[in-house]
């Protein structure tokens, strides 16, 4: 019986099966490893005195379900903005949509 096998760097053969499980957590991982480091980044940008026009405005607790958290931290990574920043933004749109 032949199976396909992919010669690795260090000059092994593995299983192409077992090697694409490997490639998908290695991108997996390298994934992950971006979105904490752009999320330790912008925390950093922040601290710095990014955001002081916000600094006097009070903390809200908001009930979220968490998808809609989850894509809003997905959209707030990709245009490099914070979840906060995304929800006060949508909220100033709706708020002119209603006073017209």
């Known amino acids: 019986m ?3 096998s992919v010669l690795l760097d260090i000059g092994r053969y593995i299983p192409i099966d077992i090697y694409i499980v490997l490639m998908i957590n290695i991108s997996v991982l390298t994934r992950k490893t971006t979105i904490q480091k752009n999320y330790q980044q912008r925390e950093k940008e922040d601290s710095s005195g990014r ?3 916000m600094e006097n405005i009070p903390k809200t ?4 379900p968490p998808d809609l ?7 707030a990574l990709d245009r490099n903005k914070t979840v906060t920043e995304l929800v ?9 949509v209603l006073e017209k």
């Open 2 to 4: 032949y199976y396909l």
């Open 51 to 53: 955001n002081n026009s």
């Open 61 to 64: 607790t908001l009930k979220i």
């Open 69 to 75: 958290m989850l894509w809003y931290k997905h959209l």
């Open 88 to 96: 006060v933004e949508a909220m100033r749109e709706y708020r002119k």
